[in-house]
T-cell receptor, first 111, second 113 residues
């Protein structure tokens, strides 16, 4: 079955530190992959997406993600985290006509 | 553009009551969808539509009905509310299908007592 997995439920980082959020996918073919961010009490906003081509994808707010077929991963990274990055992050992949979401990773940023 | 709008923002229902969650978009998107978000479970697809007059079931459709009479509107109906339907509901739309960026509404927090 098609799915995405986010193994980390909660991550805490210090402001200014680097960040990597993990996402693994299980698909028959190369999926379309996305990272969304949800601030408290808000809807989801797209950070970046991977369809094909260059495996390093740049997104908004200084985020990037790397698609690694050999590891079935699509991890999200940011070199220096800001306090405003505290939110919940969702990895998602496309199915036949829908989007499958991971269970989310909550990011806490400490000063 | 207002984007994707949802009403109401909050709702409390008693078990057995019915209600309709409203969703509208002004981006002329063909694809619209409804998700529910529960703690520890991420977002799960309830129903989706690829255009006016066309709807289909997602992962968790039981207890919910949808219709799509216009491109703009995609209401979600709870026929007989149950406590298990307590959740946050998000409507989303995209240009053509799920491979495109989805734009999310602000959500409706529903409590069923």
């Amino acid at each position: 079955a098609q799915s995405v997995t986010q193994p980390d439920i909660h991550i805490t980082v210090s402001e200014g530190a680097s960040l990597e959020l993990r996402c693994n996918y299980s698909y028959g073919a190369t999926p379309y992959l996305f990272w969304y961010v949800q601030s408290p009490g808000q809807g989801l906003q797209l950070l970046l997406k991977y369809f094909s081509g260059d495996t390093l994808v740049q997104g908004i707010k200084g985020f990037e993600a790397e698609f690694k077929r050999s590891q079935s991963s699509f991890n999200l990274r940011k070199p220096s985290v800001h306090w405003s990055d505290a939110a919940e992050y969702f990895c998602a992949g496309t199915g036949a006509n829908n989007l499958f979401f991971g269970t989310g990773t909550r990011l806490t940023v400490i000063p | 553009n207002a984007g994707v709008t949802q009403t109401p923002k909050f709702q409390v229902l008693k078990t057995g009551q019915s209600m309709t969650l409203q969703c509208a978009q002004d981006m002329n998107h063909e694809y619209m969808s409804w998700y529910r978000q529960d703690p520890g479970m991420g977002l799960r697809l309830i129903h989706y539509s690829v255009g006016a007059g066309i709807t289909d079931q997602g992962e968790v459709p039981n207890g919910y009905n949808v219709s799509r009479s216009t491109t703009e509107d995609f209401p979600l109906r709870l026929l007989s509310a149950a406590p298990s339907q307590t959740s946050v509901y998000f409507c989303a739309s995209s240009y053509s299908d799920s491979s495109y960026e989805q734009y999310f509404g602000p959500g409706t927090r529903l409590t069923v007592t």
